[in-house]
C-alpha cells in the first residue's frame, strides 16, 4: 500500500486488524510504501491524522 501526502505538514498513520491491535505505525512526509506482504488475507484498518483531521479507511488485503 502505498500513502501519499499532499499535505505540507507530516502525516501520522496507524495499521490495525479489526481486534484493534497496532500492526504497523508511521509518519510520512511526503509518499510512503507500507508492505502488507506480511499480514494474511483479511480486513484491517488504516488511520490517518493530521492537524486536518482523523480519517480511518478500511483496507482488505486478498
Do not use: C, W
Amino acid at each position: 500500500m502505498i500513502i501519499e501526502n499532499h499535505l505540507e505538514e507530516e502525516l501520522h498513520f496507524i495499521l490495525r486488524d479489526f481486534q484493534g491491535r497496532i500492526l504497523r505505525e508511521g509518519k510520512s512526509k511526503q509518499k510512503t510504501r507500507v508492505p502488507l506482504d506480511s499480514y494474511p488475507s483479511g480486513a484491517y484498518l488504516m488511520e490517518l491524522q493530521s492537524s486536518a483531521g482523523r480519517r480511518v479507511v478500511k483496507l482488505t488485503k486478498n
